[in-house]
T-cell receptor, first 113, second 113 residues
Framework: GESVGLHLPTLSVQEGDNSIINCAYSNSASDYFIWYKQESGKGPQFIIDIRSNMDKRQGQRVTVLLNKTVKHLSLQIAATQPGDSAVYFC????????????FGTGTQLKVEL | DAGVIQSPRHEVTEMGQEVTLRCKPI?????LFWYRQTMMRGLELLIYFNNNVPIDDSGMPEDRFSAKMPNASFSTLKIQPSEPRDSAVYFCASTPDGVDGYTFGSGTRLTVV
């Protein structure tokens, strides 16, 4: 079987608080970024995306911020709910990568009642 | 739309046996991707197809892995012979025309003993 695996960074928040999940991406020339949510036993689910010509994009209860200077993405979740508990991944589409996405290692979000 | 459909959901097999994982992409999606997820390495792209043609198989770990897409509605990932280190969750994803609209299936959890 597998040897000891990575321990995902964990963010614990109280229900109703705002959550901020951070991600450092690898390629400064990447032009498209996506945040995914993965619940236990399920595949990654699209949350929100952003292109490199923007620095902020808002969805329903979620906002993605892009800082190209330091190659940093963040996902903000407003009024966090128990149903938001999951692992969150950022992904980038690097130049020359065709239609491939490169995924980050993920952050576990735990919402406490 | 039923989404991306993968089968089986779980597979337990003995080392040395052949394993075949199956995927039905969303109708009309021209791109199909196979990913592997482990705690050690996260989500890794194995191979992807465009219009049933393999475009990039650089992520396929070794010759024991092979993938086919005989038509627009079906793809297989085969491991022969399987080894314990192949134990992982294997995801299939499809997208209409690029990285936009990436939709993942629920995955196949493979355990090789």
């Amino acid at each position: 079987g597998e040897s000891v695996g990575l321990h995902l960074p964990t963010l614990s928040v109280q229900e109703g608080d705002n959550s901020i999940i951070n991600c450092a991406y690898s390629n400064s020339a990447s032009d498209y970024f996506i945040w995914y949510k993965q619940e236990s036993g399920k595949g990654p689910q699209f949350i929100i995306d952003i292109r490199s010509n923007m620095d902020k994009r808002q969805g329903q209860r979620v906002t993605v911020l892009l800082n190209k200077t330091v190659k940093h993405l963040s996902l903000q979740i407003a009024a966090t709910q128990p149903g938001d508990s999951a692992v969150y991944f950022c992904a980038e589409n690097p130049p020359g990568g065709g239609n491939k996405l490169t995924f980050g290692t993920g952050t576990q979000l735990k919402v406490e009642l | 739309d039923a989404g991306v459909i993968q089968s089986p959901r779980h597979e337990v097999t003995e080392m040395g046996q052949e394993v075949t994982l199956r995927c039905k992409p969303i109708s009309g999606h021209d791109y199909l991707f196979w990913y592997r997820q482990t705690m050690m390495r996260g989500l890794e792209l194995l191979i992807y197809f465009n219009n049933n043609v393999p475009i990039d198989d650089s992520g396929m770990p070794e010759d024991r892995f092979s993938a086919k897409m005989p038509n627009a509605s079906f793809s297989t990932l085969k491991i022969q012979p399987s080894e314990p280190r192949d134990s992982a969750v294997y995801f299939c994803a499809s997208t209409p025309d690029g990285v936009d609209g990436y939709t993942f299936g629920s995955g196949t959890r493979l355990t090789v003993v």
